[in-house]
């Protein structure tokens, strides 16, 4: 389902994944510290959407276009706890962006 980028917690999987079952980190998919080029790849391949918070993804978005699907943080540096609220918080928003084929970026924060 969710792809988080190296740029957030892998704890963070931990405490969404009631919300979020089968979301991964970057660092459980091996992708840790790979190119953001691969783990867009890889998100392509096993239809996940990415959630990160580097600007690199949008410009990959605005390129290359969807899939995979963005989910783009504008919150800056903020502790685990707000992340997490954020992705909990948008559940709703979240998965309807997920499943509807309408746009490829969905900024949050």
Known sequence: ???LD???SPKL???IKDTYPGS???LHSKLDNSPDIEIWCYAKKHQMTI???DKDFLYFATQHGYPPKLIYLTTGN???AAIESILLENEAIIKSFIKL???GVLKIG
Do not use: C, I, T
């Open 1 to 3: 389902m969710l792809l």
């Open 51 to 53: 959630v990160s918070k």
């Open 101 to 103: 084929d309408k746009e």
């Open 78 to 80: 903020v502790k685990l």
């Open 6 to 8: 190296e740029n957030l």
């Open 13 to 15: 999987v931990a405490r």
């Open 24 to 26: 991964l980190h970057v």
